[in-house]
């Protein structure tokens, strides 16, 4: 927003104590509310160029800006900090160059490329909502990306085999034993259930049967760890694992079977997110790369194989451990297939930066990952980024898979969308639209609940699931940023005035306040999509929209637009709420999220 007054200061700078420095470094900021001023810059970083205490420092810059920009109407010192006022026909300006701009916050190509890996889900168990928050904390930050200039390549990596998948296999084998059936003759179709959910209910019947067994074996004497290593049914998953890595056709044949089911149910909950993927990767064919890789740092002796045949990296001297790479038994462990993913990803598009969207816990593995890769001296490994974000948490606690208490994706979108259908009838302003038009609002608004409700929190931090707070129309939430842009909407059809040019309106117009305050706003919309996309954090983006939202609603509380005091006014004030209504409509559509023109 104010990159031409960060220039101008470096400009003083170098002019007057013949030294350089990086304007991006220059801090800016809105002025606080308490204190007289449009921007406030931190000049104590200068006091040690001019030799001067701060205030007669703030003063210095200050007359100098003054003089170099006619666009600053006065200035004030307050301690270390510069307050700048600037004319009204500056903030006019800047309104009707924002007006002018077709994709107006957008910037031009940075000519880098990122690739975003989101989702990347098992297919032993449907998508819940700690795959949700993934979900859309990775298509926003790839949207942002792609708003801040980047090419962004938008991936999804599928856990589709590995000991873990084995088990919903096994236990579907001997469900099918057990009711005497052939395999394949138990089918989604035939259970009336999605196919990602009939994977998941048998990864859970697994863990309930492998329960019982060890409750059974303790109850002979054995201690846990024994009791485990004695587990028929391990063994018998440990096995099948070992069949699938050789190619054992049956055990094939079953995989790929129950990996159809999950793809399905998957592509199903991804279009009901609205959500999208360039490219999906399968560690099926990404981990035979990785043992190569394994196999290529042991000849390098960057690893170590040990007399047992397993492969490790030890870590120690860089503050973490000794990493196994491969198994005894020749099977490949998840680093290893991120190892060979990571590979595969550079050599398809060659990316600047490969940002990971993975919860927190998995922290420690991706600096694992980082280093091994930088160890192996790969050419990518720096553009190595974790997009590290907190769990989401229900009242009751956290969410486990094996025991079946998650909050299932699918579910909880129709919940969502059931609560705006039944809060928008509420309201009663249905009038004159179609089933199909009251179907897609419903839609609409408890998909932006939702989305904005698990965006608008930092993603570093743990967040606990409300869905009631989140359908509010009142407060922090999607539908009341939705609501401010259906009630813009309404204004502009129904002003009925032949629209004048923009620039014509702002000659001699006298702002209000709340006008000013408003453009200011707009103004910042830039910048939060740079910062966003800076720190990897959608959130940033989320509250700016919310606080544009706010200010609008508490002009249009004291201001009227189309009954103000002169036509003028009125052409003035619809080009604002216009420009208020496009900044609204494209920070959603950053988000994920759909601007609704009725609500």
């Keep these: 927003m104010f990159h031409f007054l960060k220039a ?123 795959h949700v928050r993934n979900i859309l904390l990775g298509h926003s930050i790839s949207e942002i990306l792609k708003a801040c200039g980047n090419e962004v390549i938008k991936t999804t990596l599928v856990n589709d085999r590995g000991i873990h998948i084995c088990k ?203 280093l091994i890769l930088k160890k192996m001296n790969k050419i990518y490994a720096d553009g190595i980024y974790h997009l590290s974000y907190g769990m989401v948490e229900l009242p009751t606690g956290k969410m486990k898979s094996r025991e079946g208490t998650v909050v299932d994706a699918d579910d909880l979108m129709n919940e969502m969308i059931t609560s705006a259908k039944l809060t928008t009838e509420e309201r009663g302003k249905l009038d004159g639209m179609t089933d199909d038009e009251k179907q897609k609002l419903y839609y609409t608004i408890g998909m932006g609940a939702l989305k904005y409700f698990l965006l608008k929190v930092d993603p570093k931090k743990k967040m606990l699931f409300n869905p009631a707070e989140s359908i509010e129309l009142q407060g922090n939430t999607g539908p009341f940023i939705q609501y401010t842009h259906a009630r813009i909407c309404s204004i502009l059809r129904n002003n009925g005035l032949e629209r004048k040019d923009v620039n014509d309106v702002i000659k001699n117009y006298h702002l209000h306040q709340l006008e000013k305050a408003l453009i200011q706003e707009i103004n910042l919309f830039p910048d939060k999509i740079l910062e966003s996309g800076k720190e990897h954090n959608p959130s940033i983006l989320a509250n700016y929209t919310y606080n544009l939202a706010k200010s609008f609603n508490q002009f249009y509380a004291e201001l009227s637009v189309l009954k103000a005091d002169t036509e003028n006014e009125i052409q003035f004030r619809l080009h604002l709420v216009e420009m208020v209504n496009k900044v609204i409509h494209q920070s959603l559509q950053l988000l994920g999220i759909q601007a609704p023109s009725v609500m």
């Design 8 to 130: 101008s200061i470096s400009n003083i700078i170098t002019e007057n104590f013949q030294q350089n420095i990086n304007a991006n470094s220059i801090q800016i900021n809105a002025t606080p509310t308490d204190f007289v001023g449009d921007c406030t810059i931190v000049v104590f970083p200068f006091t040690k160029f001019s030799k001067l205490n701060p205030e007669a420092t703030g003063n210095f810059f200050g007359e100098q800006l003054k003089l170099q920009n006619s666009s600053i109407e006065s200035f004030n010192v307050v301690k270390g900090f510069l307050n700048i006022v600037f004319t009204q026909q500056f903030w006019l300006s800047q309104l009707a160059q924002a007006s002018n701009q077709n994709n107006y916050g957008f910037h031009p190509s940075s000519g880098k490329k990122i690739m975003v890996e989101y989702s990347s889900p098992n297919t032993n168990k449907p998508l819940h909502l700690g």
């Design 168 to 370: 919903s296999m096994l236990a579907y084998k001997k469900d099918c034993e057990k009711r005497e059936m052939e395999i394949g003759s138990i089918n989604p179709a035939t259970e009336s259930m999605k196919g990602d959910h009939l994977v998941g209910k048998y990864y859970v019947i697994f863990n309930d049967l492998f329960k019982l067994e060890i409750e059974k074996l303790k109850a002979e004497g054995l201690n846990e760890d024994d009791a485990t290593k004695k587990s028929t049914l391990m063994a018998e998953t440990q096995q099948m694992l070992l069949d699938w890595e050789a190619g054992k056709p049956e055990v094939i044949a079953l995989w790929k079977m129950m990996n159809s089911w999950v793809y399905e149910g998957f592509d199903a909950t991804y279009t009901t997110l609205g959500v999208t993927f360039n490219k999906t990767y399968y560690e099926s064919n990404t981990y035979l790369l990785g043992k190569e890789i394994v196999q290529e740092g042991v000849a390098n002796k960057v690893f170590t194989q040990d007399d047992d045949h397993s492969v490790w990296i030890d870590l120690t001297a860089d503050g973490l451990d000794r990493k196994i790479l491969q198994r005894k038994d020749g099977t490949s462990v998840y680093i290893t297939q991120d190892v060979g993913t990571a590979q595969m990803k550079y050599n398809d598009y060659g990316m600047n930066e490969s940002i990971y969207v993975v919860g927190n816990e998995q922290d420690y593995h991706f600096k694992v990952l980082q």
